[in-house]
Structures are given as structure tokens and as C-alpha cells.
């Protein structure tokens, strides 16, 4: 890997995007926030505008629901920390268009060749009972595996619960 990658999981409301945003400033590099969210209702803008006001002028706002190796490729360099939430939310929007096999592909193969520290934000799904419907099991497994391969493409992983970073693979352990 050309760039640092860090993953950092955990459940709704965990803490996970204010741990991730810090990260991204402490980095002392120029704060690009990749939105992979789109505002269908009303709970969902404030959502988004609860997160844009944590963060101050000096982030710069891509947002893109579907093409984010694309998006990563663009935005990449050296002297940047590219910060991406949520993959979850991203994973949704590709299954919705049907375009998870390639789009999951794609950001596999980018995300090694990229220059500049990645922070990828997901939520872990996975913790709780088996699913319903085939939609939602779907969902879950595909978040799993995703999760798996970018554990083992990134130099740094945290999950975080209660507001609390638990860190499951660190630089040095690379």
C-alpha cells in the first residue's frame, strides 16, 4: 500500500465518526470528507447536518453514493486524509442499483494503490441475530466479507463501542 489505511467500525451512535474525524485532523494533512449518504427523508438530513457541523470550514465535501474508488481515486494524494462515511451506507446504495459486485471490486483493487491516509467509517452489523429477509441477510453477509478484506488491506483497525476506541490491529502488528 502506497498511503495509510485505517478501518474503524462499530454500531449506530457508536462514536465511530467522531473518533474517525479526529483521526483525520490530528493527521496535520488537508481533511477531504467522501459522503456516501443521500438524504431520502427528513431523519436522514439531520443526520447529514449533524455531521457537517462537528466538522469546521477546513474539510473539504465530496459526496458520492455509489463510485467511491472513483471518488478515492480523484481525491488521493500524499499530502491529504481522505475520510469516507459510511461504507455501509455505500454497500446499501450499490445493492439498491445493483452494482456491488463491481463497485466492491473496484475499491479492492484502488484502495492498495492509493497515496495519503484513508479512513474508511462502517458500521458492524454483525453482532446481532440472523436477519429476516433475504435484502437485509444479503446486506449483512456482504458487510461482513467487506469488512474481512479491508481488515487485511489496512495497517490500523478500531472498533468502537460506547464512545470507546478498541483497537484490533495497529501498525506494528503490520
Same mark, same amino acid.
Given at each position: 500500500?502506497?498511503?495509510?489505511?485505517?478501518?474503524?467500525l462499530?454500531?449506530?451512535?457508536?462514536?465511530?465518526?467522531?473518533?474517525?474525524?479526529?483521526?483525520?485532523?490530528?493527521?496535520?494533512? @488537508?481533511?477531504?470528507?467522501?459522503?456516501?449518504?443521500?438524504?431520502?427523508d427528513?431523519?436522514?438530513?439531520?443526520?447529514?447536518?449533524?455531521?457537517?457541523?462537528?466538522?469546521?470550514?477546513?474539510?473539504?465535501?465530496?459526496? @458520492?453514493?455509489?463510485?467511491?474508488a472513483?471518488?478515492?481515486?480523484?481525491q488521493?494524494?500524499?499530502e491529504?486524509?481522505?475520510?469516507?462515511?459510511?461504507?455501509?451506507?455505500?454497500?446499501?446504495?450499490?445493492?439498491?442499483?445493483?452494482?456491488?459486485?463491481r @463497485?466492491?471490486a473496484?475499491?479492492?483493487?484502488v484502495?492498495?494503490t492509493?497515496?495519503?491516509?484513508?479512513?474508511?467509517?462502517?458500521? @458492524?452489523t454483525?453482532?446481532?441475530v440472523?436477519?429476516?429477509?433475504?435484502?437485509?441477510?444479503?446486506?449483512?453477509?456482504?458487510?461482513?466479507f467487506?469488512?474481512?478484506?479491508?481488515?487485511?488491506?489496512?495497517q490500523q483497525?478500531?472498533?468502537?463501542?460506547?464512545?470507546?476506541?478498541?483497537?484490533l490491529?495497529?501498525?506494528?502488528?503490520?
Amino acid at each position: 500500500m502506497n498511503g495509510f489505511c485505517e478501518l474503524i467500525l462499530g454500531g449506530a451512535r457508536s462514536g465511530k465518526s467522531a473518533l474517525a474525524e479526529q483521526r483525520a485532523q490530528d493527521s496535520g494533512l @488537508e481533511c477531504v470528507y467522501v459522503a456516501t449518504a443521500t438524504a431520502g427523508d427528513g431523519e436522514m438530513r439531520a443526520r447529514i447536518a449533524h455531521h457537517r457541523q462537528r466538522r469546521d470550514s477546513s474539510w473539504a465535501l465530496v459526496e @458520492e453514493p455509489v463510485s467511491l474508488a472513483d471518488a478515492l481515486l480523484q481525491q488521493q494524494g500524499s499530502e491529504r486524509c481522505i475520510l469516507v462515511d459510511c461504507l455501509t451506507l455505500w454497500l446499501s446504495n450499490c445493492l439498491h442499483q445493483q452494482c456491488w459486485p463491481r @463497485e466492491r471490486a473496484r475499491l479492492l483493487e484502488v484502495l492498495p494503490t492509493l497515496s495519503g491516509h484513508i479512513i474508511l467509517v462502517s458500521n @458492524e452489523t454483525g453482532l446481532g441475530v440472523v436477519p429476516m429477509g433475504e435484502l437485509s441477510r444479503q446486506f449483512v453477509d456482504e458487510a461482513g466479507f467487506l469488512h474481512q478484506r479491508l481488515a487485511a488491506l489496512c495497517q490500523q483497525v478500531t472498533l468502537t463501542v460506547a464512545g470507546l476506541p478498541l483497537s484490533l490491529k495497529s501498525p506494528r502488528e503490520v
